[in-house]
């Protein structure tokens, strides 16, 4: 199944008012109906630790000055209140078909522009709960992957993966860039990469024992706006009971078919009994902001499609290629990571932005 986009509006500048009401707009798509009062989790884990539930848990007292950087960061420039690109592909594959297809070559090509451009693959797990622990002036990166399609993963009959497939070439990029981790996150529907059972559950281990994720996109990838509460419920929980077969672990993301919410999104963040996750992605058209940013909302996280400056669906400015380039031309509005992934610095300039729960771990220059 491939994922169908909307146009987005035009860009804007992260800190004008104009850009939040864009950003709020799509990253809300089809979730007027949200419960008043519907808040976001009661608080944050601190940097670099895993949440206990997708709830967060209790914050520190904040202090009433924000600690001083040390200067290995401030000569950085370290700014981890900056944007994170999080790029969202779907099929992958030697010959491109249809338009969001990328092909081998160009899912190479891009890897390595952001090996060599200073980025450091993390999970979309490990983004939503703040575990960013990549080196002191490099920039973290999500590479996520749609619909679980053969071109993503497969191995060969040494157990090694695929040389064609995405894994493949993330594992080549790795190795030709000491530093580029060989990480990503799998958002899976139920025809799990063109396997057989036995293949798909020995092709899942593989994957989380090598340290990617494997996240949830419900069993048959439907537009969640049309399905009642249950049929919601069954689409995301029946997903959930594959992966927990397969792995012996639940899900900790999940990403919204064709990025639309349902009726009420509260029925896909949590099941009780089923599933609970931390974030939720959508098919946005702008790199996400921090998850230290007073701004962020896990439930509603945009992504960036990966293609060129083409013009179909307004790529010249709103797909990876143009975001990467506007990224290199404004780096002080980049994550740029302090090295220490118990900390969160920034310019004390910032400081407005910065969410109340991460106070006592803030450091300023």
Known sequence: MILGLTLPGE??????????????ATARAARDDRPAGKAAPSGPPAPGRAAASPSGSASPPAPV????????????????LGQIPVLMYHRIMVKPQQSLDRSTTELYDELTRLAKDGYVPITAAQFVSGRIDVPAGK?????????STPG?????????????????????VA?????????????LNKDLFGMDELQAAAGLKWLVQHGYEVANHTMSHPDLSH????????????????IVKMTGAHTTTFAYPFGVAPHKPAW???LDGSYAFQGIFLAGWRPSVSPFDGKFDRWAIDRVRSEGKVKEDDCKQFCSTAWLDYLDKHPDERYTSDGDPNT?????????????PYRAWARVY
């Open 11 to 24: 860009r804007r500048g992260r800190d004008k008012d104009a850009d939040a009401a864009q950003a709020a």
């Open 65 to 80: 000055k924000l600690a001083a950087a040390t200067p290995a960061a401030a000569q950085v420039k370290a700014d981890e």
């Open 139 to 147: 920039h973290p990166v999500v590479l996520t992957f749609d619909d």
């Open 152 to 172: 993503h993963f497969g191995l060969d009959a040494q157990g090694n993966p695929k040389p064609d497939t995405a894994v493949g070439v993330i594992e080549r």
């Open 175 to 187: 190795h030709e860039n000491p530093g580029f981790r060989p990480v990503a996150t799998f958002y």
């Open 227 to 242: 399905l009642t509460k249950d049929q919601v419920h069954k689409e995301i929980s029946g997903m959930e009971d594959e």
């Open 268 to 270: 896909a963040e949590k």
């Open 344 to 356: 969160v610095t920034f310019p004390n300039v910032l400081e407005d932005r910065l969410a109340k």
